[in-house]
C-alpha cells in the first residue's frame, strides 16, 4: 500500500556529485524512518544511511562527510545527496521506507522497498 519511487541515479566521474530522491505514495499516516542502502557488484546490501522523523540520522562510516541525508515531510520523500564520489561508491541504490498506515479500524506498521537505482562512479 506505499511505493517509493527512486530516482536520479547514473554515470558519474570520480570526485563528482549526484542526488537520489525517493518519494513515498499511499495510504500513508507517518514515516518514521527513511533509510538508503546500497548493494555494490558482488556483495551483499549495505546500509549507507537512515534519517527520523525526528531528523537524527546515521551514516555508514564509508560516507560520513560526503553523503547527506535528509527528508520533507510534507512531500513523503527522502533524498540522499552524494559528494566526492569515489568509484567504490558504485552499487545498486535502495530506498528504504517504514511508518504507519492510516487504515481502519487500526493503523498498521508498514516497511516497503524502492526499486533500485544504478550509481557509476568511473572516469
Known amino acids: 500500500q506505499v511505493q517509493l519511487v527512486v530516482s536520479g541515479g547514473g554515470l558519474v566521474q570520480p570526485g563528482g556529485s549526484l542526488r537520489l530522491s525517493c518519494a513515498a505514495s499511499?495510504?500513508?499516516?507517518?514515516?518514521?524512518?527513511m533509510g538508503w542502502y546500497r548493494q555494490p557488484p558482488g556483495k551483499q546490501r549495505e546500509l549507507v544511511a537512515i534519517?527520523?522523523?525526528?531528523?537524527?540520522?546515521h551514516y555508514a562510516d564509508s560516507v560520513k562527510g560526503r553523503f547527506t541525508i535528509s527528508r520533507d515531510n510534507a512531500k513523503h520523500t527522502g533524498y540522499l545527496q552524494m559528494n566526492s564520489l569515489k568509484p567504490e561508491d558504485t552499487a545498486v541504490y535502495y530506498c528504504?521506507?517504514?511508518?504507519?498506515?492510516?487504515?481502519?479500524?487500526?493503523?498498521?506498521?508498514?516497511?516497503?522497498w524502492g526499486q533500485g537505482t544504478q550509481v557509476t562512479v568511473s572516469s
Open positions: 534519517i527520523t522523523s525526528g531528523d537524527t540520522t
Open positions: 499511499g495510504n500513508i499516516f507517518s514515516i518514521n524512518v
Open positions: 528504504n521506507s517504514i511508518g504507519v498506515l492510516n487504515t481502519t479500524p487500526y493503523k498498521r506498521a508498514y516497511n516497503t
